[in-house]
């Protein structure tokens, strides 16, 4: 998928599946892992977000989050944190920081 979607021959990707996330690159006729997450995946998250705001999660919470945000006629970035070390990424900040901004 993600040489389909950036054209490139070894892209890095954000693997996110359910309970994963990993950093991962093709590299040498397979597939590396460079990082992953150290707290919360990203779908988990997506997860408890969209029960966080009454979100169906019929096909899947991340894909109704991203119809609603595609819908949206105001768009609104806000600056959520993340953490970055070395190349494992911490997201349980971001999780914090957007249920915060939806009970505002």
């Known amino acids: 998928m ?4 950036t054209g490139a021959d070894d892209p890095v990707v954000l693997y996110v599946s359910g309970g994963n996330t990993q950093v991962l690159a093709f ?5 590396r892992i460079f990082g992953e997450t150290i707290d919360i995946a990203i779908g988990n998250c997506l997860d408890r977000f969209a029960r966080c705001c009454g979100i169906s999660n019929d096909p899947s919470p991340g894909y109704n989050i991203e119809v609603l945000a595609r819908s949206s006629k105001s768009l609104k970035f806000v600056d959520i944190p993340y953490a970055v070390k070395g190349m494992d990424v911490s997201f349980s900040g971001i999780l914090t920081s957007v249920e915060r901004i939806w009970k505002d």
């Open 2 to 5: 993600g040489r389909f979607a």
């Open 27 to 31: 590299n040498g006729g397979r597939y």
